[in-house]
Nanobody, 127 residues
Framework: QVQLAESGGGLVQAGGSLRLSCAAS????????MAWFRQAPGKERDIVSA????????YYADSVKGRFTISRDNAKNTVYLQMNSLKPEDTAVYYC????????????????????WGQGTQVTVSP
């Protein structure tokens, strides 16, 4: 049974930090590209960051570049999102997603390109 379980969300003041984790099970994690998306109320689900199977390729949305860092530990079947210098506009539900990439060096940015999704974790940044 495929499962992606996010954790690490919460309430933080502007300028603070959070580290999101996504633990994967039920599939061969090292063959999958992973990504973090976020969705604020009334808005579409947007890509935040993506990483290929071995961490050699990463992508960041312009809005988070320089503040967020994506990483993965294939031995632990886990992908992380370190979020620093948080802003109120970062408030959203954050979703972990995976897509079968078969050792590809590329990353994909569209939500419809991802097969597996977590349930989401709420991140709230107060002014």
């Amino acid at each position: 049974q495929v499962q992606l379980a996010e954790s690490g969300g919460g309430l933080v003041q502007a300028g603070g930090s959070l580290r999101l984790s996504c633990a994967a099970s039920g599939f061969t994690f090292s063959l999958y590209g992973m990504a973090w998306f976020r969705q604020a109320p009334g808005k579409e689900r947007d890509i935040v960051s993506a990483i290929n199977w071995n961490g050699g390729t990463t992508y960041y949305a312009d809005s988070v570049k320089g503040r967020f860092t994506i990483s993965r530990d294939n031995a632990k079947n886990t992908v992380y999102l370190q979020m620093n210098s948080l802003k109120p506009e970062d408030t959203a539900v954050y979703y972990c997603a995976g897509r079968l990439a078969r050792l590809s060096s590329t990353v994909r940015l569209g939500p419809n390109e991802y097969n597996y999704w977590g349930q989401g974790t709420q991140v709230t940044v107060s002014p």
